[in-house]
């Protein structure tokens, strides 16, 4: 019962290397749940699409049977202490699991153990990459666990059926103001979902519009439910984006003030409601006092009381609150140039410290601005140790080239996971902080916005479902090699084609920096079209309220953010990053920017001054366009034609409005600066 649209990285066509794997004709299953069910039907489903032939499902298996999978909770085989001893079973937890092929032990039948119904499921969709990428079978012993508790997936989707900031069609969830009728895409959205490890969904937009409101009213609760099922199904729990004054807009009551009691007890009477429909429901996630939003800013209280106000509620059923830091004054004069948008996270959150419930999670973003091509790492993360945190990324490309240019994110996600915020002194990186590794959080990990509409590919630009995949695969190991992720989701999505992986690698590999290269110089931002912020327009947030500039004239651009004569932003890192930053001579170039008012002669470390590298990187960007394009051509006929068309057309959007940014970029600065390109170049 799947649906008709692109299975992405679940598709099983052009199958080269079927080792081994004709032989597994059967499985066996130990355990009983839906879940179980769930993997059950993909590993059917699965060998079937690879070999031609339907495994069939045998109940008692003779003990030395060797063309079995078994796929087995551990509780109910019998395991050989020396295969999985106790230890080696309590470290498998909830979610990870085993996959063993011992032809002396077990009779050569394949196994795949887990505590959980969940583990198995994620142990069922490994062995499937295993087969689809043809490794050997024989003496297989994998164990795996996720590092991060949560890991979950944002939607922007509003029940008109639009998604705010989607590049891939209408919602899979919403249309015409109710559920879609027809669930099939749903169905295989939580088969994609929970093959890369996804538990946690929020199906509905933080910006949560009136209607939208209603989704925790009986009305919708029904619908609600039913979405949920599906995901349950998948190991996936479902969780709902708030209306912070819904006890207003709901319950008819004249306040939402976190400490007044008929607020909490409107909330409490809520949650007892939800969780009637939907027992395993995950929380809220609540975008509040942000971008004209409600909050508890209203009546003079803090964030803390709002989010503990609403913890409470959720609290008897074992419910979250992720509670965004995306809160800063979005009304800015921009003739003022001590307030700095880059402080407003940590400048709010950093001091309540310690004053959150423990279902309280904080959800940061990965920048302190807001998903820029290119910007610092937020102070934010590593800096609370007595609170939960998450990571929020953001997979749909607002300010990444909408998925019609393409911009492989997961050399950006690997280089922010990576970062050593120095919190506890060396060797405390974000995806130690939030995978709950440094601070004994109860609840973190990471979410990311993501980038899925009812396109028949699910993201616009097929070569995008890679961004979703490496998300997955991040949040699941962030230590996994960007190298591993690439090569891993071309050969499921493409097939073994040597050519196919030749070409795609580089070009993803590459195409983050080609993106950076032709639109935002040295951690700049934002010189985009306001409002839906995609193509060149210099000045376009400069004279706006937003709090986003660059501040070029005709000396020089960039954002004096040190703690000697800026806004002081520095002095939220920790002290090895803060003297990193501070200073010109540390500072790397790619912040350059971001951190420092430099004159356009400023000579970078790269031995360039800042407005040769603007012009230099600005030619270069384009030549890497067509250099994709160059890569791309020779797939022609080694790829389906639907896909190889995609990609070809977007890669000549790219191409063209590349060019734009290019002259728009160059011309303006040459205009500004008034220094002529070294090279001789067209500038206009
Ligand atoms: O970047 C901004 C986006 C808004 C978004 C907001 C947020 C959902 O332009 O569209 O609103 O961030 O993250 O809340």
Known sequence: PYSSADQGWLSYTNNESLAGMKELTQIAVYGNSDVIDSALAELTHGIREMTGTLPAIVSDPD?????????????????????????RIK?????????????????????????????LL???????????????LDRLDVTDRPRNPLRMMNHWDNMDGSIERGYAGRSIFFQDNRFVEDDARIRDYARLMASIGINGIAINNVNVHRTETQLITRQFLPDVANVAGIFRRYGIRLFLSVNYASPMELGGLDTADPLDSRVGDWWKEKAKEIYEYIPDFGGFVVKADSEHRPGPFTYDR????????????????????????FVYNCLQNWRDRSTDRARAAYDHFKPLDGQFKPNVILQIKNGPMDFQVREAVSPLLGAMPGTNQMLEFQITQEYTGQQKHLCYLVPQWKEILDFDTFAQGQGTEVKKV?????????????????????????????????????????????????????????????????????????????????????????????MVNPGHHYGPNVDGYEYSVWGTYHFADCHGIGVNRTVKDGTGFVSQYFPENAQRYESLESCPDELLLFFHHVPYSHVLHSGKTVIQHIYDTHFDGVEGVEQLIGRWSKLEGHI????????????????????????????????KSGIPDAAGRTIY
């Open 63 to 87: 003990r030395q049977a060797s063309n079995l999978i078994r796929l087995a909770l551990l509780e109910e085989i019998g395991v050989p202490e020396e295969w999985m001893d106790a230890a």
């Open 91 to 119: 470290d498998l937890g909830e979610e990870g699991y085993a996959i063993r092929r011992h032809p002396e032990n077990g009779g050569g039948s394949l196994y795949v153990m887990a505590n959980t119904d969940r583990g």
């Open 122 to 136: 994620y142990g069922t969709f490994h062995l499937l990459r295993i087969l689809r990428t043809g490794q050997e």
């Open 302 to 325: 803090t964030h803390a009381d709002g989010s503990n106000m609403l913890a409470e509620a959720l609290e008897p059923f074992g419910g979250l609150v992720i509670w965004r830091c």
């Open 434 to 526: 939030v995978s709950g590794g440094i601070y004994p959080y109860r609840a973190c990990g990471i979410a990311a916005v993501i980038n899925v509409g009812d396109d028949h590919n699910w993201t616009g630009h097929t070569l995008a479902q890679a961004n979703l995949y490496g998300y997955g695969r991040l949040a699941w190991n962030p230590d996994l090699t960007e190298e591993d992720i690439t090569g891993e989701w071309i050969r499921l999505t493409f097939g073994g084609d040597s050519l196919v992986s030749a070409e795609i690698e580089p070009m993803l590999a590459d195409s983050w920096h080609v993106y950076e290269s032709y639109t935002s110089p040295l951690g700049v931002g934002w």
């Open 640 to 671: 389906d034609e639907w896909r190889y068309r995609n990609v070809w057309e977007r890669l000549h959007i790219q191409l063209d409005h590349a060019k734009e940014w290019r002259d728009v970029i160059n011309t303006y600065f040459y205009r």
